[in-house]
């Protein structure tokens, strides 16, 4: 199995920065493509980003696009959520995710970390 620990959330202010880090383990973690989600309370989980092994292609939501940025360090087995011109719609717990396939579907999780943005 492959292990997903988030890191860098906080409380930031509106139009503020933050980074988010996925740090990668497990023997079977190999060429995986990785995603970004995040869940508001009493809302559905969204998508948020996504990025391929070899991070050529990248995806973004439209209510990201612009402001975040997803990046991987394959070597540091990382990925990364940049995000700047944080709104307070923004404000919910950020999971990193896993796809094995490339197939849309996220097999691995990790707990989440929380972002709160405050005006």
């Known amino acids: 199995q492959v292990q997903l620990v988030e890191s860098g959330g906080g409380l930031v202010q509106a139009g503020g920065s933050l980074r988010l880090s996925c740090a990668a383990s497990?023997?079977?973690?190999?060429?995986?493509?990785m995603g970004w989600f995040r869940q508001a309370p009493g809302k559905e989980r969204q998508f948020v980003a996504s990025i391929t092994w070899s991070a050529g292609s990248t995806v973004y939501a439209d209510s990201v696009k612009g402001r975040f940025t997803i990046s991987r360090d394959n070597a540091k087995n990382m990925v990364y959520l940049q995000m700047d011109s944080l709104k307070l719609e923004d404000t919910a717990v950020y999971y990193c995710?896993?796809?094995?396939?490339?197939?849309?579907?996220?097999?691995?999780w990790g707990q989440g970390t929380q972002v709160t943005v405050s005006s």
């Open positions: 497990g023997r079977t973690f190999s060429h995986y493509a």
């Open positions: 995710a896993a796809d094995q396939y490339y197939s849309g579907h996220y097999t691995y």
